[in-house]
């Protein structure tokens, strides 16, 4: 059962037009282009809204909107700027349930998880209010005689940012709060497959008094995206989504000068030492590999079992837990784990189970012909659970964005590294040990940008950063954090001299301290 929570946002119009539109310039814009995508219930497996596509020139008034605003909203003074995300944030928390409602009904996730989500999303938020603290430069007096220096950060301009469908809210929180406190103007370019949350965030920070033009979405697909990629007056560009997709905006946007980060794909691996508490890391792992349906980028999607013992031990615990998740439509109170996003991604998962098989793993839990009753059409995959899985397997390999979990045996904690560091992604690995120098070990050696101890999800807080390793991450900067102000700041230093005495004639020595 589905609860219509924003009936504007949700009913498809039946004259097959979009409903979901832009926000330009602090309107609301239909378009122009008669390309859109269907949105999903993936509950119910309905259309329950369509997003315009957005073309080369509508991406180009984006880009004239942000420009106008960028002088304005980068002379206000930066704790202006903090007192409307301070707004923002204040009702963000209020409509938490209905925009919790808004985000489990367009990509299925469960409602706590929705609101968990806008609550990270938050803490950026409550990050970038501090802008004036974080903005403070450097000054150091008579650098030389009657010379000081300082050093200070200026914003960009106009920024972009490209997201994915898995944090609708959250990941376009990683980025907006940061680029707006920093005084750049922003243009989202937010999944088509969620992308009502993105709509409704515009309005919230409009209603904060954020002027118009400050903060614009843009929906659509490759055309929006390249239109942004290759526009000179973007000067940097945010991405999250799958690492091939990642590679070409790093490669295109490099190509045209701006900056960019591009967060892609991973393969989490979670270790288990001989000596750590089965039960316990069983508790972690289901919910770090089901939670979200597995659709996340710091999932835990390979459990590394050191022992032939403990191999058995974990998936003997794993088994009844896997079995008993509580699958349904994420708006109902009580469920552990939604539908997948579109048929298309539950297709594709579904192929993995049968790849897994030709490749000689073992399938412990199938998870396939799941039904939830009264939602047949869903996209509901049950949990599915390999044993045995060997390193050159595709679902070993490969990322799945399921739930699905492979268990990999080996002998050794060195092996266990060995097999994390040698994996082409590096977002983020976890150790479940009571052995501290062995634990102390594997944060040193290991090959990822997030690590956890005991801990099976490692996403850092907002005042640190967010990022991977190797083909998780194309760039230099991560997210949020020190790292964000970073992103979005230049660096101006200047050297002043109010000289004490009259002019000291022409110098065509280079200039000293002495
Ligand atoms: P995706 O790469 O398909 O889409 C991401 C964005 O890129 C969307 O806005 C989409 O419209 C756009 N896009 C898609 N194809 C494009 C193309 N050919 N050219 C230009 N733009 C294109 O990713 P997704 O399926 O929405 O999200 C899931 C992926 O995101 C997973 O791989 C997941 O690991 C990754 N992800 C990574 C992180 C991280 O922090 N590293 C966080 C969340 C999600």
New binding site residues.
């Given amino acids: 059962m589905t609860t219509n929570i924003n009936p504007f946002l949700r009913v498809a119009p039946a004259d097959g037009s979009a409903n979901v539109h832009h926000y330009l310039n602090g309107q609301f814009y239909a378009g122009t282009s008669r390309r859109l995508a269907e949105v999903y219930n993936p509950a119910s497996g309905q259309i329950s809204g369509r997003v315009a596509f957005a073309t080369k020139e509508e991406a180009d008034q984006a880009v004239a909107a942000a420009t106008e605003a960028f002088p304005g909203w980068s002379a206000l003074p930066a704790v202006r700027r903090a007192r409307i995300l301070f707004r923002f944030r204040e009702s963000v928390e209020k409509e938490k349930n209905r925009l919790a409602l808004l985000i489990s009904a367009e990509h299925g996730k469960v409602l706590e998880d929705a609101k968990g989500e806008l609550v990270r999303g938050l803490e950026v938020v409550e990050f970038a209010c501090g802008i004036p603290q974080l903005l403070k430069g450097e000054f150091s007096e008579q650098v030389s005689t009657d010379v000081d220096s300082c050093a200070f950060r200026q914003p960009l301009g106009v920024v972009a940012g490209?997201?994915?469908?898995?944090?609708p809210a959250m990941?376009p929180m990683w980025m907006f709060p940061i680029a707006l406190a920093c005084g750049n103007t922003f243009i989202l370019?937010?999944?088509?497959?969620d992308p009502s949350v993105s709509i409704e965030l515009a309005q919230l920070l409009s209603d904060a008094g954020l002027p118009d033009g400050v903060f614009n979405v843009l929906h659509?697909?490759?055309e929006a995206?390249?239109a942004l990629l290759n526009h000179s007056g973007i000067q940097a560009v945010s991405?999250?989504?799958?690492?091939?997709?990642?590679e070409?905006?790093y490669r295109c946007s490099t190509a045209a000068g701006k900056r960019v980060q591009a967060?892609?794909?991973?393969k989490n691996h979670l270790v288990v030492l001989p000596d750590a508490d089965v039960a316990q890391a069983a508790d972690a792992l289901v919910g770090a590999a089901y939670g979200s349906a597995g659709?996340?980028?710091?999932a835990v999607s390979v459990v590394v079992a050191v022992g032939d013992r403990l191999g058995d031990r974990l998936v003997q615990e794993l088994v009844p837990r896997v079995k008993s998740l509580k699958i349904g439509s994420g708006e109902v109170e009580g469920k552990e784990m939604g539908p997948l996003?579109t048929r298309a991604?539950f297709d594709r998962v579904s192929s993995y189970i049968d790849v897994g098989i030709q490749e000689g793993a073992t399938l412990v839990v199938d998870g396939r012909h799941w039904v939830v009753p009264g939602s047949a059409s869903g996209f509901f995959l049950g949990g599915c659970l390999f044993d045995n899985v060997r390193p050159p397997m595709r679902i070993y390999r490969e990322?799945i964005?399921g739930p699905v979990l492979c268990v990999v045996r080996v002998n050794d904690a060195g092996a266990a590294l060995k097999l994390v560091n040698e994996h082409e992604f590096g977002?983020g690995a976890s150790i479940y040990t009571r052995d501290g120098v062995a634990a102390r070990a594997f944060v040193e050696q290991v090959k990822v940008g997030m690590v956890g101890v005991n801990v099976p999800i490692p996403v850092p807080m907002a005042f640190y950063s967010?990022?991977?390793w190797k083909r998780?991450?194309f760039g230099d900067h991560y997210?949020h954090g020190a790292e964000g102000i970073r992103f979005y700041t230049k660096l101006k230093t200047v050297t002043s001299r109010w000289p004490r005495t009259l002019n000291p004639g022409a110098e065509f020595v280079m200039p000293t301290a002495n």
Wanted: hydrophobic residues 40%; contains cysteine.
């Fill in positions: 490209i997201t994915p469908f898995n944090f990941v370019k937010p999944s088509e497959k659509g697909d490759k995206v390249d991405f999250v989504g799958s690492t091939p997709v990642a070409y905006v967060l892609g794909g991973a659709e996340r980028c710091m996003i991604h990322e964005f977002n967010f990022g991977g998780s991450l997210m």
